[in-house]
């Protein structure tokens, strides 16, 4: 059963998993800005999300949306196709915790000057990425990419449904 739900929302699952990862980045290197450092939010947030973009293309591409082809236009379309999303994506993650922490969205947590700005930004910049990435960037890769991923929870899968039936005494 499990490999069945992963089968079947594989893209979102691993979406999510790398978006988390690609957020934490972000976070890590924000944090690492703001405290090391002690730069002001606007330059954390630049930094953080230029590491953390170099790092979402690379896992999106061959993690989650199964772009496995090196040819020089491929690579190339999807590069300025990422870039150009997430420079989108960028500006309202550069802009957007400043102006809601400034019209009143101010709380800190954890010793993180603009927190929950920080927080709610970082959703909606999650959501959006997931869409450009799935409509503009990357449609149609993967197609047929996935097999070996396929194959393994089929296998998976049988294997649940042996133990179901041998524990339900059936053969």
């Avoid at 999303?85 to 802009?95: M, Q, Y």
């Avoid at 400034?102 to 954890?110: S, T």
């Avoid at 409509?135 to 294997?159: M, P, Y």
Wanted: proline share 1%; hydrophobic share 55%; glycine share 8%.
């Amino acid at each position: 059963m499990i490999a069945k739900l992963f089968r079947k929302y594989r893209e979102q699952i691993m979406y999510l998993i790398f978006g988390v990862a690609t957020t934490a980045v972000n976070w890590v290197v924000y944090v690492a800005m703001q405290k090391v450092f002690r730069a002001e939010m606007t330059l954390c947030n630049a930094v953080a999300w230029v590491i953390a973009v170099a790092f979402a293309y690379v896992t999106n591409k061959l993690f989650v949306f199964d772009s496995k082809s090196w040819k020089a236009s491929v690579v190339l379309r999807e590069a300025v196709a990422f870039v150009g999303a997430r420079v989108f994506t960028g500006l309202l993650e550069i802009a957007v915790p400043t102006l809601l922490f400034r019209i009143g969205l101010d709380q800190a947590a954890f010793g993180i000057e603009g927190f929950a700005a920080k927080a709610v930004t970082s959703v909606a910049v999650i959501v959006l990425n997931y869409v450009f990435s799935k409509l503009i960037v990357f449609r149609g890769a993967g197609k047929g990419d996935g097999a070996q991923v396929d194959k393994h929870c089929v296998n998976l899968e049988e294997k649940e449904e042996g133990k179901a039936n041998h524990t339900s005494g059936q053969v």
